[in-house]
């Protein structure tokens, strides 16, 4: 018997494997993933473990806790490197091949790297390898932590950095923080938090080049307004990229990057007959946001995502109900310091923003953002029950009006 | 059916309070709160199961 086969262990992929199961599917799965350990749940690795409240063991994906139960041949260091959808054939990079009965892509994504060489003691942050080998450098007690990027992976790992008394430097690209999603006003909220909470922020300037010493260890960057900075830990957030390029010759749909991106999928996740994408990976036309096509790099959406598309392979293999299409309102949220940030659906620097709700100056509030007669995202700052009735609502309805209802309560 | 919620183990996901705002609110923290006391009413213990069966910090659990 074929085996269905899902290439990627993390959140997404085991989200699909355990769906199978509990959708009754009975018959072989093969796990793979290119990282030789079990990968993580990412939440912790910039918090927690990094903060060395957590042993990285506790930081488990949830579904791998029932490994056993869910009776899957699970091939760690193994990746995909090749895949035919019409023969369903996947070529793997220890020379062998699996013809499967069906496949789920959750390859994730990888975090995007600064061209050329970098000195040691330059790190990124996305495995729990990556947390652990930064956390050891941080034991060591650098005179300052260098972040260059202010995104969600930037921002908490200097909160976690400040949290153990480290001197930190952020340094943001653009003008004012996460500027692609905020507007300005609360965008200089983010960069204000971590001000207050002793970060020393600089905006609008990127990397120029890295300092070592003579045993090629980083001492510090030269920024592009030729500002030097001693650093002796450089953390890189500068994003992720989908890891699609093993899918280049495979003929299935990839998107470039200014169309978001990942492997191009139907309504309902499927990139090919029988061939599915799940996760950071997988684009698909949102039927929550009027059918426009999205790409969501979110924990809940990865895990949402692969159960769908374990549904949804059962359906195809002809071992289960049709799913439906998949639909979700993005939602993610971000610890730093004293600050609980969370956001539902999709803001465009274009909206207009109302805050609904308390206010940025005291630091308590929720903002919605206004397209036309729609909302389009919500963004609640220690208002977590607001925060996520909003996000309920907007999976009922965008309608501006519906929305407003909410808050004149 | 009684229900048990761990607030040490509750991460704030809130995937509870979503799938069951019968059973789950959500305080100004954003961890979870348990609505019912001990035994969870007949026409809710679908809801119940769904709840734990969701939780990723497995801070949810049923007892027959």
Same mark, same amino acid.
């Given at each position: 018997?074929?085996?269905?086969?899902?290439?990627?262990?993390?959140?997404?992929?085991?989200?699909?494997?355990?769906?199978?199961?509990?959708?009754?599917?009975?018959?072989?799965?093969?796990?793979?993933?290119?990282?030789?350990?079990?990968?993580?749940?990412?939440?912790?690795?910039?918090?927690?473990?990094?903060?060395?409240?957590?042993?990285?063991?506790?930081?488990?994906?949830?579904?791998?806790?029932?490994?056993?139960?869910?009776?899957?041949?699970?091939?760690?260091?193994?990746?995909?490197?090749?895949?035919?959808?019409?023969?369903?054939?996947?070529? &793997?990079? @220890? =020379?062998?091949? +699996?013809? !499967?009965?069906?496949?789920? #892509?959750?390859? $994730?994504? *990888? %975090?995007?790297?600064?061209?050329?060489?970098?000195?040691?003691?330059?790190?990124?942050?996305?495995?729990?390898?990556?947390?652990?080998?930064?956390?050891?450098?941080?034991?060591?007690?650098?005179?300052?932590?260098?972040?260059?990027?202010?995104?969600?992976?930037?921002?908490?790992?200097?909160?976690?950095?400040?949290?153990?008394?480290?001197?930190?430097?952020?340094?943001?690209?653009?003008?004012?923080?996460?500027?692609?999603?905020?507007?300005?006003?609360?965008?200089?909220?983010?960069?204000?938090?971590?001000?207050?909470?002793?970060?020393?922020?600089?905006?609008?300037?990127?990397?120029?080049?890295?300092?070592?010493?003579?045993?090629?260890?980083?001492?510090?960057?030269? &920024?592009? @307004? =030729?500002?030097? +900075?001693? !650093?002796?830990?450089?953390? #890189?957030?500068? $994003?992720? *990229? %989908?890891?699609?390029?093993?899918?280049?010759?495979?003929?299935?749909?990839?998107?470039?990057?200014?169309?978001?991106?990942?492997?191009?999928?139907?309504?309902?996740?499927?990139?090919?007959?029988?061939?599915?994408?799940?996760?950071?990976?997988?684009?698909?036309?949102?039927?929550?946001?009027?059918?426009?096509?999205?790409?969501?790099?979110?924990?809940?959406?990865?895990?949402?995502?692969?159960?769908?598309?374990?549904?949804?392979?059962?359906?195809?293999?002809?071992?289960?109900?049709?799913?439906?299409?998949?639909?979700?309102?993005?939602?993610?949220?971000?610890?730093?310091?004293?600050?609980?940030?969370?956001?539902?659906?999709?803001?465009?620097?274009?909206?207009?923003?109302?805050?609904?709700?308390?206010?940025?100056?005291?630091?308590?509030?929720?903002?919605?953002?206004?397209?036309?007669?729609?909302?389009?995202?919500?963004?609640?700052?220690?208002?977590?029950?607001?925060?996520?009735?909003?996000?309920?609502?907007?999976?009922?309805?965008?309608?501006?009006?519906?929305?407003?209802?909410?808050?004149?309560? | 059916?009684?229900?048990?919620?761990?607030?040490?183990?509750?991460?704030?996901?809130?995937?509870?309070?979503?799938?069951?705002?019968?059973?789950?609110?959500?305080?100004?923290?954003?961890?979870?709160?348990?609505?019912?006391?001990?035994?969870?009413?007949?026409?809710?213990?679908?809801?119940?199961?769904?709840?734990?069966?969701?939780?990723?910090?497995?801070?949810?659990?049923?007892?027959?």
């Amino acid at each position: 018997m074929k085996p269905l086969v899902v290439v990627g262990a993390s959140l997404a992929g085991m989200s699909a494997v355990q769906s199978m199961r509990s959708g009754g599917y009975a018959g072989p799965v093969v796990v793979l993933d290119s990282s030789p350990e079990m990968p993580h749940d990412r939440p912790p690795l910039s918090k927690q473990v990094l903060a060395g409240e957590w042993d990285l063991d506790r930081a488990g994906l949830p579904m791998a806790r029932n490994m056993s139960e869910l009776d899957v041949d699970l091939r760690l260091g193994v990746s995909a490197v090749g895949l035919d959808p019409d023969s369903l054939q996947l070529s &793997l990079s @220890d =020379g062998s091949t +699996i013809s !499967a009965a069906g496949i789920v #892509i959750a390859t $994730g994504s *990888v %975090p995007r790297q600064i061209p050329g060489e970098v000195p040691s003691g330059v790190f990124v942050l996305r495995t729990g390898a990556d947390s652990l080998a930064l956390r050891d450098e941080l034991d060591r007690g650098p005179e300052r932590v260098l972040v260059i990027g202010a995104g969600f992976i930037g921002a908490e790992v200097a909160a976690t950095c400040r949290g153990r008394g480290l001197e930190v430097t952020m340094v943001e690209a653009t003008e004012v923080p996460l500027q692609r999603v905020l507007p300005a006003d609360l965008g200089s909220f983010v960069a204000d938090l971590h001000r207050n909470n002793g970060v020393d922020v600089r905006l609008g300037v990127g990397l120029d080049s890295f300092l070592a010493d003579a045993s090629g260890a980083v001492r510090g960057v030269t &920024l592009t @307004d =030729g500002c030097e +900075i001693a !650093a002796q830990v450089v953390l #890189i957030g500068i $994003g992720a *990229v %989908p890891e699609v390029s093993w899918l280049e010759d495979s003929g299935l749909a990839l998107l470039p990057p200014q169309e978001g991106g990942g492997i191009r999928c139907d309504e309902s996740l499927r990139a090919a007959p029988k061939v599915l994408a799940a996760g950071d990976c997988a684009s698909w036309p949102n039927g929550s946001f009027n059918g426009e096509r999205m790409r969501v790099e979110q924990w809940e959406s990865a895990l949402e995502q692969g159960t769908h598309a374990g549904k949804q392979m059962l359906f195809e293999i002809g071992a289960g109900e049709d799913p439906g299409a998949f639909s979700t309102v993005p939602w993610f949220w971000s610890d730093q310091y004293d600050a609980k940030i969370q956001m539902a659906g999709r803001a465009d620097p274009g909206d207009e923003v109302h805050v609904v709700d308390g206010s940025v100056a005291e630091g308590r509030f929720v903002a919605l953002f206004k397209r036309g007669d729609e909302c389009r995202a919500a963004l609640g700052v220690n208002r977590p029950r607001l925060a996520i009735r909003a996000r309920m609502k907007l999976a009922e309805t965008l309608a501006w009006d519906s929305m407003l209802e909410l808050f004149d309560q | 059916m009684k229900i048990k919620y761990d607030r040490d183990l509750c991460q704030g996901h809130n995937r509870c309070y979503l799938l069951a705002p019968e059973l789950f609110d959500v305080d100004d923290d954003g961890y979870a709160v348990l609505l019912v006391d001990g035994e969870v009413p007949a026409d809710l213990q679908e809801k119940a199961n769904l709840a734990a069966d969701n939780c990723p910090e497995y801070a949810i659990t049923l007892v027959e």
